[in-house]
C-alpha cells in the first residue's frame, strides 16, 4: 500500500499563487506515476498534472498549462504543484494520485492510490 497526504491548500485571491504538497510513503517503489487532479462542486474528477516518479516528463492540462507547475523531490517522496495566476474556476478540491502504470496517466481509473484531497479556493 502507498499512503498519500496532501496539505497546502486554502484561500487566495484571484492572481495569486499556492504551493500544494503531496507526501508519499509505503511501498513506493511501486509507484511510476504521480498525478494532480481536482473537482469542483457538481463536476467530475479532472486531471490536472503528473510526472514521473523520477522527476521526468511532466505533462498538464491545457486549462493550467504556463500557470502550474509540478514537480518532484525525490529525497523527501514528494510531489508538489505550484498553482501561479489562479484563476476563480481553480477553485476545488485537489487530489494527489499515484500509479503503478508505466506511462504517464491522465483518467482518474488508472491511479491505484488517492490521498484525502486539500481545498483550494479563489475569490474573485
Known amino acids: 500500500q502507498v499512503q498519500l497526504v496532501e496539505s497546502g491548500g486554502g484561500l487566495v485571491q484571484a492572481g495569486g499563487s499556492l504551493r500544494l504538497s503531496c507526501a508519499a510513503s509505503?511501498?513506493?517503489?511501486?509507484?511510476?506515476?504521480m498525478g494532480w487532479f481536482r473537482q469542483a462542486p457538481g463536476k467530475e474528477r479532472e486531471f490536472v498534472a503528473a510526472?514521473?516518479?523520477?522527476?521526468?516528463?511532466?505533462y498538464y492540462a491545457d486549462s493550467v498549462k504556463g500557470r502550474f507547475t509540478i514537480s518532484r523531490d525525490n529525497a523527501k517522496s514528494t510531489v508538489y504543484l505550484q498553482m501561479n495566476s489562479l484563476k476563480p474556476e481553480d477553485t476545488a478540491v485537489y487530489y494527489c494520485?499515484?500509479?503503478?502504470?508505466?506511462?504517464?496517466?491522465?483518467?482518474?481509473?488508472?491511479?491505484?492510490?488517492w490521498g484525502q484531497g486539500t481545498q483550494v479556493t479563489v475569490s474573485s
Open positions: 494520485a499515484a500509479s503503478r502504470s508505466r506511462w504517464l496517466p491522465v483518467r482518474t481509473e488508472e491511479y491505484d492510490y
Open positions: 509505503g511501498r513506493t517503489f511501486s509507484i511510476y506515476a
Open positions: 510526472i514521473t516518479w523520477s522527476g521526468g516528463n511532466p
